[in-house]
C-alpha cells in the first residue's frame, strides 16, 4: 500500500533516552506585526523580542542550512497568557493567520532531546534504509488548515553540522514503508539549544 501525502509537520513522539513524550511545552509569543501564518506542527526559532512580560518571542523557521530551530508549536492561538490557546473570536480553528491585529501566545517543543515524527517531500529519489543517520533540512509546506504542511527537503541529504534534522529511522507504524511520502523519526540537529553535529 503506497504511503499517504498527510504532511504535518514536526509531530513530537518521545525523547532520545526512549522515555515517552510528556505533551510539555514552553510559552512563546508570536507579535502582532509578524507576518507569517502558523499551524501546529511548524517549526518555529527566537525572533529576538518578546511581549511587555517579558515571554520571549518567536517567529516562522527559515528552511535550509545553516537557520537554526527551537521547535514546532504544540499548541497555537491564545491571545492572553496563561489563558486558553483558542482566540474567543474564533473558536474554530487553530490557525494563526498571516495578517493580525493582536499578538498571540504558542506552546513549543523546544527541548533539544524530542524525537519528532515528519514526513519526507522535496524533489529527490525516496530515501531508503541507507540514509538513516543522514542530515537534511526542512522544507516549508501551507498548512492544511489545521495542520501544518512542512515537511524535510529528501534531496538535501548531507552531513554538514549546520543541517537542520538528522535522520533517525523510519516511523515504525501501519501504512508506512520506503517510498514516496515515508514519515521518518528524526531529532533537530541544529537547534537553537544545542549544538548540531555532522550526519553520518
Known sequence: MANVNAPSGLSPVQYKNASPWTGGGRLY????????????????????????????????????????VLGPVLGAGGIVEGAAYTDPSNINTTIIPATKTKGYYVLVADDPNIIFEIQEGGAGAALTAADIGTNVNLLAGTNSGYLSGWTFNNASGGAGATIQLQLLGLARKPNNAFGTYAKWLVRINNHQFAAGVAGV
Open 29 to 68: 509569543f508570536i507579535a502582532s506585526t509578524d507576518a507569517n501564518a502558523y499551524a501546529i506542527g511548524d517549526p518555529v526559532t527566537l525572533s529576538g523580542s518578546g511581549d511587555s512580560n517579558g515571554v520571549p518571542g518567536v517567529t516562522l523557521a527559515t528552511a535550509g542550512t545553516g537557520s537554526p
